[in-house]
């Protein structure tokens, strides 16, 4: 049986926040941590853990390089896999969530980029992320470098960096329970715009 994805989409976002809610009374060390799966054109895959940002009904924000691996797999081929583990939360609690992915707005990069720590946002500018470094003492010499140039001023947004939405066409959640007998439910839309809320076996 299908559904007009709406009504499911925002089911699973209020799944979403209450298991979000419980990991912090839970007191998961980081709840907004994050692996990021990517692929590159030839199907060569690679994951990484980031820290999701924000995220509504226009979906799941995380914030990078985009000339850094992961920017440049999501520009070339973009679809992502998000997985959050919260091992506090009940029995065990992951989220997985799966959808194609879109660079947002520079009005709403501008804004995150701007509460950043300071060290942070140098570290933007100073930082060719992935690319080889000969030594640390570079990194250093650069990052001193851009901390001159702005001193004293506010220290813009790169060009290059910005932020990545997956907007979800798959959510699954997956509820630990003794002896493997774990639960899970998926919220699965098609192309057509129809979701499915299904039960999966463990």
């Known amino acids: 049986m299908t559904t007009p994805c709406a ?18 009374a839970a007191g998961e060390p980081d709840r907004t941590a994050m692996t990021v799966a990517t692929a590159a054109l030839d199907g060569r895959p690679s994951a990484r853990i980031v820290l999701l940002k924000a995220w509504d009904e226009r979906g799941f924000v995380f914030y990078t390089h985009l000339d850094g691996r992961k920017g440049r797999e999501l520009q070339d081929n973009p679809q992502a896999a998000l997985l959050f583990h919260w091992p506090r939360v009940r029995h065990g609690v992951q989220v997985r969530i799966e959808g194609p992915v879109v660079i947002v707005g520079d009005d709403e990069a501008d804004a995150y980029f701007a509460s950043r720590p300071r060290g942070s946002q140098l570290g933007a500018w100073a930082s060719r992320q992935s690319e080889e470094l000969d030594d640390r003492a570079t990194f250093e010499q650069r990052l001193d470098e851009v901390a001159r140039e702005f001193e004293g001023r506010d220290v813009p947004r790169p060009p290059r960096w910005s932020g990545l939405r997956v907007r979800p066409d798959r959510m699954e959640f997956w509820y630990g329970a003794d002896y493997r007998l774990h639960e899970r439910w998926l919220y699965e839309c ?12 463990p």
């Open 7 to 24: 009504a499911l989409l925002t089911e699973a976002l209020s799944t979403f926040s209450v298991l979000f809610d419980e990991a912090a």
């Open 190 to 201: 098609d192309a057509a715009g129809n979701c499915r809320k299904r039960m999966l076996y």
